[in-house]
């Protein structure tokens, strides 16, 4: 009937109108410009945010760490010997202690990776400190060497940075580093403070009171002038190999 062709008619023009409709928006979609991100691009991007704002905040934290040895002169002085356990980054802050700690307070140290710490006969007994290093405070081998620190009547000192960790309970007494997480991969802000952690105990040690001001400013200095490492890595960036010298507790840095 005409009826039915007038509506057909009209379902036809809807039916032009919203083909024309939809052909215009993938022509707008068409001119929309490619954004090219992958996943790895973006976790480059996140790990360098990050690591930045770790390094700039590594004078904040060692001054959070000031006084956080719970240790006194006396007590540190009736040791006969120091063993520092770790494992990875943490082991290398364990050299540089090692070096300090042997110069200054003129105390016999011992280095142990914490994987090996169970299975040497090690001559500690209730007159040696123990003092573990670790970034999470559960690092299985870690905990190891403190149980069987323990075990041998040691005097065990822990150094870390995760409150409420296992090492935290396993150890005698606990130097809470206090730096935050480390979102990017690097240890910076928690090796900075397991350095100044060793250096305190030298500090205990030989009963020196002054305070560390000095060396927070020269942190917050060096961290702030980014431009001194950068053209040192920019002036080697195309070498192949790379050797990196040092002596003392300097040497231990490269290492």
């Known amino acids: 009937t005409a009826t039915e062709m007038l509506r057909g008619g009209r379902h036809l023009r809807e039916d032009v109108a919203v083909a024309e409709h939809a052909t215009e928006a993938l022509e707008k979609l068409r001119t929309?410009?490619?954004?090219?991100?992958t996943l790895q691009s973006h976790e480059q991007w996140f790990a360098?945010?990050?690591?930045?704002?770790?390094?700039f905040s590594v004078g904040g934290?060692?001054?959070?760490?000031?006084?956080?040895?719970?240790?006194?002169?006396a007590e540190?002085?009736?040791?006969?010997?120091?063993?520092?356990?770790?494992?990875?980054?943490?082991?290398?802050?364990?050299?540089?202690?090692?070096y300090l700690?042997?110069?200054?307070?003129?105390?016999?140290?011992?280095?142990?990776?914490?994987?090996?710490?169970?299975?040497?006969?090690?001559?500690?007994n209730e007159r040696t400190l123990v003092i573990p290093i670790s970034q999470s405070g559960e690092t299985a081998d870690t905990l190891g060497a403190v149980r069987a620190a323990r075990a041998a009547g040691a005097i065990v000192v822990g150094i870390v940075n995760s409150a409420g960790s296992t090492l935290t309970r396993d150890a005698t007494v606990s130097v809470m580093l206090q730096a935050g997480p480390e979102v990017s991969v690097a240890a910076t802000k928690s090796y900075s403070a397991q350095l100044l952690a060793a250096l305190l105990f030298v500090r205990a040690w030989v009963g020196d009171s002054s305070n560390l001001d000095e060396v927070i400013s020269e942190a917050n200095r060096l961290v702030r002038e980014p431009d001194l490492?950068?053209?040192?890595?920019?002036?080697?960036?195309?070498?192949?190999?790379?050797?990196?010298?040092g002596r003392g507790f300097t040497y231990a840095n490269t290492r």
């Open 61 to 73: 934290v060692l001054q959070v760490l000031v006084g956080g040895l719970n240790m006194t002169t």
């Open 101 to 124: 700690i042997e110069e200054f307070a003129h105390i016999p140290v011992e280095i142990e990776y914490a994987s090996e710490f169970r299975y040497r006969h090690l001559l500690i």
């Open 48 to 55: 360098s945010y990050h690591e930045k704002m770790a390094i």
């Open 32 to 37: 929309v410009p490619n954004i090219s991100v």
């Open 229 to 245: 490492v950068a053209s040192a890595v920019k002036s080697c960036d195309r070498e192949k190999e790379i050797v990196v010298l």
């Open 76 to 98: 540190l002085r009736a040791v006969d010997q120091v063993v520092i356990t770790a494992c990875g980054t943490s082991w290398h802050a364990a050299l540089v202690g090692e």
